[in-house]
């Protein structure tokens, strides 16, 4: 058994007993923490093919838990921290798995035939439309599924555009999708209820930032090239829809986090699919065994945020910090409004949003301010969307990149990027505007 083999191996255990985790809780105890052991073997495993990239980013995190933790966290610390963390390292997994089995399905291939046919003038408002609800559920598996929609003499010029467009249009979805890593780390910090107002207020967000943003980019959008955008999204629209019907229901029926419930509700629903379409199990088994061993990387960063998030959030020390931020001459208003472009503007340095969301989420929930947690949740959300939408690190935009055959700095460097800092900074002076009626 080889390397790679042996992880997938650790990984799918830990992906199996953070469900059993989910379902039981306390009760398997036992399980979490075999699992816990499982993924820290993975880590071990995975730390040798990390990218440069990746190695920065949890170097920083270490950094920010020297500072920010009043003593080395005991075994037992890191253990609950662990079982904490296990449910994000499902979260990936499943999402890879939808990803697989969304290229098979017959819905999307008509979706996709529906894109390709569309007139050039429409296009570009079409391919944004149609990522921002593909994004909502499969993230930057998106981009697998729309780059194959381009007609086949595609220029560069074209293919850049549409790129751009795609990015806008998925990366937005992130204000308000429970499917995206986003989501889960707000609600680590936000509780539910808070967390689906955010939701709500995400939805408007991203009404809003389409609306504004086509006619920018797609040559003066009218209702009617919406129409028709939208259009294309009819074979898909009901099995979108019934999915997040599923995730929603389950999520509030049994108490769920977003996350708990993407983590249980997707695999069943592949496999109801399966079921029915056995002629596909190996070739979706296939690609999700070959982009787990991809996506190790950010399996591996976002597991270890949450880890010295988590951490951070129960240190004592972080009350100095707290006391600081509170006696500080900055009011409440402020610090909401410049959050989303604060995570933006870090993301442009490559710094992962992972990293400043956590920082800030742990700060501001835990210090006495007077900001609404659901706006609070929803200004991380725009900070995440925008800066991914346009950084040279961002896993979406090298995805997109990759698949568009459309160089990564220009579509960073594009108008995405002030697209994206307009998008963080109104969107935070909004938030606050709402917030100083509430309070």
């Avoid at 499982?38 to 980013?57: C, M, P, R, Y």
């Avoid at 079982?83 to 098979?104: D, G, H, Y």
């Avoid at 925008?386 to 108008?415: D, Y």
Wanted: with cysteine.
């Amino acid at each position: 058994m080889n390397i790679d083999k042996i992880r997938l191996f650790l990984l799918c255990i830990a992906w199996s007993t953070a469900i059993i985790n989910v379902i039981f809780g306390q009760s398997a105890l036992v399980l979490a923490n075999a699992g816990v052991l499982s993924l820290s073997f993975f880590f071990v495993l995975t730390f040798s093919h990390l990218k440069k990239e990746s190695i920065t980013i949890i170097i920083i995190l270490f950094v920010v838990a020297f500072f920010l933790l009043d003593q080395f966290p005991s075994f037992e610390d890191f253990l609950s921290a662990g079982r904490f963390t296990l449910v994000f390292a499902a979260l990936l997994p499943t999402m890879t798995l939808v990803r697989s089995a969304s290229l098979k399905v017959k819905s999307v291939k008509n979706s996709q035939d529906l894109l390709r046919n569309l007139p050039t003038s429409i296009s570009t408002s079409g391919f944004q439309i149609a990522s921002h609800f593909f994004g909502s559920v499969i993230n930057t598996g998106t981009f697998s599924i729309l780059s194959a929609a381009l007609p086949e003499n595609s220029d560069k010029n074209y293919r850049k555009t549409i790129a751009e467009a795609c990015l806008r249009g998925m990366n937005t979805s992130a204000t308000w999708s429970p499917f995206f890593v986003a989501f889960a780390v707000g609600q680590a910090f936000i509780d539910t209820t808070n967390s689906w107002i955010a939701m709500a207020c995400g939805i408007l967000v991203g009404i809003l930032f389409n609306f504004v943003s086509l006619p920018v980019f797609a040559n003066g959008s009218t209702l009617n090239k919406i129409k028709y955008s939208l259009a294309c999204l009819s074979p898909v629209f009901p099995l979108l829809t019934l999915i997040m019907l599923s995730v929603l229901s389950v999520s509030v029926f049994f108490d769920f986090t977003a996350l708990s419930a993407v983590v249980l509700v997707m695999p069943v629903l592949i496999v109801i699919y399966l079921l029915f379409n056995l002629k596909n199990f190996y070739e979706i088994y296939s690609n999700t065994k070959s982009w787990l061993l991809n996506s190790s990387d950010d399996i591996t960063v976002i597991c270890i945020a949450m880890l010295v998030g988590y951490l951070i959030s129960r240190s004592n020390s972080i009350n100095d910090y707290i006391l600081l931020l509170e006696s500080a001459f900055f009011p409440s208003w402020s610090l909401l409004a410049l959050t989303p472009l604060i995570i933006t503007v870090f993301s442009f340095m490559g710094i992962h949003p992972v990293i400043t969301s956590t920082i800030a989420l742990s700060l501001l929930t835990t210090a006495q301010t007077d900001i609404h947690p659901a706006l609070l949740m929803q200004a991380h959300l725009v900070g995440w969307a925008a800066g991914t939408m346009s950084s040279v690190a961002s896993l979406s935009v090298l995805t997109c990149s990759n698949l568009f055959q459309v160089e990564s700095r220009k579509l960073a460097f594009g108008p995405n990027l002030l697209t994206a800092v307009i998008f963080s900074l109104s969107s935070g002076v909004l938030l606050s505007f709402v917030n100083s009626l509430i309070y």
